[in-house]
């Protein structure tokens, strides 16, 4: 935990000292795309800059476990021989995951909305079912 804490300064840092516009040294196509994408829309402070950064490396680490899965059996030998997931699917598992919650924390702004705020998937959930009865809250 203190690892990602660390990673999270370096990356507020780096948006800081170079300026949020630049895409950070390291981004393959995947994160300089979204880099790009996010910040030709919308101005972020250098908070939401360093989310960003996160965010564009999950969308780089989830593009190489793709490369890596594709034509690849979805089981391989586990240690006595018997099958098993390929580890890559819980690794993709996890990465998307990491980039739900970590693009929910940057609370870009719908269509229609002036101001993002972060979303809770259980209160989404929650407003959906207080709505499915004729529509009255």
């Known amino acids: 935990e203190r690892f990602a804490g660390q990673a999270l300064l370096c990356a507020w840092w780096h948006a800081w000292r170079v300026g949020v516009r630049r895409a950070p040294s390291g981004l393959a196509t995947a994160g300089k795309q979204l880099w790009h994408a996010v910040m030709a829309e919308y101005g972020l402070a250098p908070h939401e800059a360093a989310i960003l950064v996160q965010v564009c490396r999950c ?39 990491l980039l739900e919650s970590l693009s929910r924390a940057l609370s870009i702004p719908l269509p229609g909305e002036d101001v993002g705020r972060r979303r809770s998937p259980t209160a989404a ?6 709505w499915r009865g004729n529509g009255v809250a």
Not at 66 to 78: C, K
Not at 80 to 94: D, M, S, V, Y
Not at 125 to 130: F, G
């Open 125 to 130: 959930e929650a407003a959906r079912q207080r």
């Open 59 to 97: 969308a780089d680490r989830l593009d190489v476990i793709e490369a890596g899965l594709a034509g690849a059996e979805l089981t391989v030998a586990g240690s006595t021989g018997q099958p098993k997931a390929h580890p890559l699917l819980a690794e993709q598992r996890a990465q998307a995951r």
